[in-house]
């Protein structure tokens, strides 16, 4: 069983950026990070292939939010620019052992997740 555990949420102007990372006890292959609001169903944000460092994004982070992680076994880090009002959410971590990580963008793909963090952006 591998526990993840988020940190780095806050509350941060239109505009500014924030990080957030996820350190996971345990290999994992692919490592994700969703969003849910209280209006909306959990949305993928972006996914990482651990050993390649390759990172997939939805369009409506693509070119303002980087995932990385230096190695497999250091903290997942979603680094975040440019943030708008409408990137306010809870983050979650997720994490599975499966391969094809360019196809996991949904709940079901990952059987390991965190806590959540919240992340608030003011216009």
């Known amino acids: 069983q591998v526990q993840l555990v988020e940190s780095g949420g806050g509350s941060v102007q239109a505009g500014g950026s924030l990080r957030l990372s996820c350190a996971a006890s345990g290999y994992v292959y692919c490592m994700a990070w969703f969003r849910q609001t209280p209006e909306k169903e959990r949305e993928w944000v972006s996914t990482i292939h651990t050993d390649s460092g390759r990172g997939y994004y939805a369009d409506s982070v693509k070119g303002r939010f980087t995932i990385s992680q230096d190695s497999g076994k250091k903290p997942l880090y979603l680094q975040m620019n440019s943030l708008k009002p409408e990137d306010t959410a809870i983050y979650y971590c997720?994490?599975?052992?499966?391969?094809?990580?360019?196809?996991?963008?949904?709940?079901?793909?990952?059987?390991?997740w965190g806590q959540g963090t919240q992340v608030t952006v003011s216009s």
């Open positions: 997720a994490a599975t052992s499966g391969g094809e990580c360019w196809r996991r963008k949904f709940e079901y793909d990952y059987n390991y």
